[in-house]
């Protein structure tokens, strides 16, 4: 069996800082993140995009990065978990409410749970129960359970940065 | 005021939370290869011929191995005899995923095109995935050498039959406990970098220290020059102390390519290869008076081992016979159980690992003399519950002595919180009102046994030894650094063993340190499963915090020419007692430990510090009483837990916060198994149908219900702490709380018993034919 691989030159802004590499197209993005901006606090947890551990935001839109390629993201703006920021010892409400709320254990899925509940936020600034729950639904999280992890969301809630 | 008991936030959290966590995968040092397996896609096979030029042309593609290249290796650890399982399959394979060979490669996509690149060719045997079809009389054993696919049997002794007769009814079920998969959100993952001066291993492992010393013996090299580090660990529920091929044939590749090499499980791989859990077939039957006292038991086990026999795995079913009777004064017992080979993925400890198994069929078979007495599940458990002043409690087996409880307190509780009667009353309500669902209530009032530290405990699991060691060491400048052999993967040991040492030796929480998971820096250790943290590793931490406090006082009395017994420790310094201002910090006191001048003549500089192997005398006990509440559609047979509380008796709470954690997460992986999960095979190819998340159901937020909290204590009595470990208190107790609920809402048609997963589709079954499904 013979492999066809093609380079191109991808570029794009990672929490604010711009890259510029050159790699195999079929590169993902969570691997590009991950592997050539080295930014490992975005996970991997599967390879069918149920586990919502590679999620991130491209231009303010949640995502999950092992289902886009690299090249897809060619010129577009990205946030992942180390450009999240806030009054909180540097941390957001969100990440904030996780800690006050033990709403992580082994926290291998909790960057992309925390990106993806502050896009959640961002659509839906004070989320019901029902809604952080359906919200939350493309992100798995083993070892919490899931309720300490709604209480998370809702402190966020209670608590917007000033 | 004491830490012990307070909810305090973690110390893992700011690192876990902004990204700057270290899990295996996310290491990279220069030079690093990437490992791929091609792996099985036979059930049973015997291998003809391997090709792997294909993959070798590929560039970027630095090696492919196979077995032959791996003759001067034995076979993994812990395998019976006549059971080894090599590193890469030999011959035959024996489960679809088995690795067959390695390709090393530039980076991961290459390594998995070099995979998809290699051909094996196989000639088929005969596939049996199940215990009815591996025990068949057509069956063909997958170890010739063995004869049979039985590989242990632990006959009774007496199978009751006359005690049974003698009762006024008999109450009997047949229950799968079926298949799982622990699914950590982090698969397995290995970096290993062999160096002229020693080798080190990054593993997400739940025992590095464990894995060492395995590891140095596989190698033949000696554990000075084996360094294993299980840095943040993504989640572990017992599949993270198996001894997989990777973790063996990553150093070797190493060494080989004279490179660090990095192994990264895809899930679908995990889905194969991680260990799974559970797999037993249960015949239990009892016998009973018309007032619903229980007076003979008798539980036949049947395990499903997978395709090799994993130390764990082969336990599994002891466990479970210990523990068949649950919180219930028996007066006869009698357990037996066989443990078979199929060709599926092996078998290993998934949390809780034959626990929730025994817990589960005793919960239902309690509710069935409910239901053919007539008499409420909650009398009938009230009526057979061990009675508080019964303890510690002798059981049917000399090794299991329960230590406390106080069941009826706790069902009390639960009953409370669930308001028990009301639910009841509405339910009767319900009964004629076909337009609201079915309502049902079922109760679990489980024990486990845990707190695995007894000295022989976990030698029969291959372990070094059961101790958990802590070293307690004080810095020059009165901060505390504690080093615990418990590695964890989610717990909170960082937390949590912190604020035992504060309040031992009087230290504030923010200057102490906790180190865990590095076979290069704490001295040696044991490993976080089996509900051992708190009780081993937290008395280990308490013992010798105390050790050092007492010296630290013979200085501070010294430096302040009080007597010892005059001395209090506030606040980061030692007070005499009754004179205010005459202190000496402990910043003061540590510094001068390191002084020969200024310390006690009997001292020698450096006492400051402690190191202890804590031992058990006896497990430990935790145990609950759980209530379900479900709603059921008449339609579609969709449940929906409307209710669901957890009262738990874990003794000493050391943070509530974290202890809570650890009940809930149980609990989801006791609902998903209830309601969702089950790994399945096709039975005559032996392909996975679940070997992904898109077919293995894990539940999300919006599948699983809040949870209502509440808690009876008593005390462990085997442990300096009084703790009884929690991590798998959930999965033990939630499975039987919520298929009891289903089956009560269901009574009406008739319906005694609905294996787990209980997806809408049996229920419908089940309501349509009555249960003769």
Redesign the interface.
């Known amino acids: 069996?013979?492999?066809i691989t093609r380079n191109v030159t991808v570029s794009m802004t990672i929490n604010g800082q711009s890259i510029t590499r050159t790699i195999?197209a079929?590169?993902l993005l969570v691997?590009f993140i991950?592997?050539h901006a080295?930014?490992?606090?975005?996970?991997?947890?599967?390879?069918?995009s149920?586990?919502g551990?590679c999620s991130i935001m491209i231009d303010g839109e949640s995502a999950k990065s092992c289902t886009v390629l690299a090249v897809q993201a060619d010129g577009c703006s990205i946030t992942?978990?180390?450009g999240?920021s806030g009054p909180y010892?540097?941390?957001s409400a969100v990440?904030e409410g996780?800690?006050?709320c033990?709403g992580?254990?082994?926290?291998?899925?909790?960057?992309g749970m925390?990106m993806a509940a502050t896009s959640l936020l961002n659509e839906i600034p004070d989320p019901s129960?029902e809604q952080?729950?359906?919200g939350?639904?493309?992100?798995?999280?083993?070892?919490?359970?899931?309720?300490?992890?709604?209480e998370s969301v809702r402190w966020a809630v209670e608590h917007p940065a000033p | 005021m004491s830490l012990v008991g307070a909810k305090v936030l973690r110390k893992e959290d700011p690192r876990l939370l902004s990204g700057t966590g270290t899990y295996v995968d996310d290491l990279s040092p220069a030079q690093c290869a990437f490992a791929s397996f091609v792996t099985s896609a036979e059930a049973h096979a015997t291998i003809d011929a391997i090709d792997v030029r294909a993959a070798l042309a590929i560039p970027g593609v630095l090696a492919v191995y196979t077995a032959a290249d791996f003759t001067d290796y034995p076979d993994l650890p812990g395998g019976l005899p006549t059971l080894e399982r090599p590193a890469l399959a030999r011959n035959t394979v024996r489960f679809v995923g088995e690795p067959v060979a390695v390709v090393v490669a530039e980076d991961r996509y290459i390594a998995a095109d070099a995979v998809a690149a290699v051909t094996v060719s196989y000639s088929p045997l005969k596939v049996m995935t199940t215990i009815e079809d591996a025990t068949a009389g057509d069956s063909v054993p997958l170890f010739p050498r063995h004869g049979s696919n039985v590989i242990t049997i632990v006959p009774t002794m007496d199978d009751l039959e006359k005690e049974l007769a003698k009762c006024h009814g008999r109450a009997s079920l047949h229950i799968v406990n079926q298949r799982c998969a622990a699914v950590p959100i982090e698969p397995m993952a290995v970096l290993a970098d062999w160096k002229p001066d020693g080798l080190t291993v990054w593993a997400t492992f739940q025992a590095p220290h464990h894995l060492r010393n395995y590891l140095a013996t596989w190698l033949d090299i000696p554990q000075m020059n084996c360094r294993v580090v299980a840095p943040d660990v993504g989640g572990g529920f017992g599949s993270k102390i198996v001894w997989y091929p990777e973790l063996f044939i990553a150093p070797v590749i190493s060494k080989l390519l004279r490179r660090p090499v990095k192994f990264a499980q895809t899930r679908t791989e995990a889905m194969m290869q991680m260990a799974h859990g559970r797999d037993q077939v249960h015949d239990i039957e009892v016998g009973y008076e018309k007032d619903g006292t229980i007076k003979a038991l008798r539980l036949i086990v049947s395990q499903n081992l997978g395709a090799y026999g994993d130390p764990t795995g082969l336990g599994l079913a002891v466990l479970t016979t210990w523990m068949a009777a649950g919180a219930y004064r028996i007066p006869k017992v009698s357990t037996s159980f066989r443990t078979v080979v199929t060709n599926t993925t092996p078998v290993a400890a998934y949390r809780g690992a034959g626990r929730p198994e025994a817990a589960y069929s005793i919960e239902r078979i309690v509710d069935q003399v409910a239901r053919q007495t007539g008499l409420d599940p909650a009398v009938v458990r009230q009526r057979n519950f061990i009675p508080p002043s019964a303890f510690p409690y002798e059981t049917h087996n000399e090794a299991v002595v329960y230590d406390s409880a106080d069941f009826p307190a706790a069902l009390a509780e639960c009953l409370r919180i669930v308001d028990y009667d009301a639910v009841r009353a509405e339910q009767k309500a319900r009964r004629n009102d076909p337009s609201k669902p079915l309502l049902g209530i079922g109760l679990s009032c489980w024990l486990e046994i845990a707190g695995f530290g007894p000295n022989g405990s976990l030698e029969g699991f291959g372990h070094l030894a059961s101790w958990e060691s802590a070293q307690v060491r004080i810095q020059p400048d009165g901060s505390a650094i504690v080093y615990s052999g418990s590695s964890p993967h989610g717990q909170g040991h960082e937390t949590m063993l912190s604020q035992i040492a504060s309040d031992e030796l009087g230290i504030s929480f923010d200057r102490i340190k906790v180190i865990t998971g590095d076979t290069a820096a704490v001295l040696q250790g044991i490993g976080t499963m089996g509900s051992r943290g708190a009780p081993t590793a937290g008395s280990a931490v308490k013992v010798a915090s105390s050790r050092v406090l007492t010296r630290a006082k013979r200085i501070a009395a010294h430096l302040l020419e009080a007597a010892e017994e005059d001395l209090e420790v506030v606040d980061d310094a030692f007070n005499v007692k009754g004179s205010p201002g005459k202190k000496v910090s402990w910043g003061d006191v540590a510094w001068a430990s390191f002084q020969p001048l200024r310390i006690p003549p009997e001292l020698q500089a450096g006492s400051l510090e402690e190191r202890l192997f804590q031992e058990s005398p006896n497990f430990s006990y935790p145990s609950g009483a759980y209530a379900c509440v479900v709603e059921i559609d008449r339609e579609t047979g969709d449940v929906t837990i409307r209710d669901m509380v957890l009262v738990d008796d874990c003794g000493t709470v050391i943070n509530p916060l974290l202890a809570e954690g650890q009940v809930h997460g149980g609990v989801a992986q006791g609902i998903a198994q209830a309601l969702y999960e089950g790994v399945s095979y096709d039975s005559s190819t032996g392909q996975p149908v679940t070997a992904n998340l898109l077919d293995y159901l894990v539940p999300s937020a919006a599948d699983l219900p809040d949870y209502k909290v509440g808690r009876t204590t008593t005390l462990c009595p085997n442990n300096p702490l009084g703790a009884k470990g929690i991590g798998e208190s959930g999965s033990v107790g939630a499975p039987p709380a919520v298929i009891n609920a289903i089956v009560d809402a269901l009574s009406e048609f008739g319906v005694d018993h609905i294996d787990m997963p209980a997806t809408p589709e049996k229920i419908w079954k089940a309501m349509k034919s009555g249960g003769n499904s």
Do not use: K, W
């Not at chain 1, 080295?38 to 599967?46: A, E, I, N, S």
């Not at chain 1, 992580?104 to 960057?111: E, I, N, R, V």
């Open positions: 069996m013979s492999t195999d079929r590169t691997h991950r592997e080295r930014l490992t606090g975005t996970h991997v947890g599967c390879d069918t149920n586990c551990a992942t978990i180390e999240l010892n540097g941390m990440q996780f800690r006050q033990h992580l254990q082994c926290g291998y899925c909790t960057p925390v129960e952080i729950r359906s939350l639904e493309g992100n798995l999280c083993r070892c919490t359970g899931y309720q300490m992890i709604v």
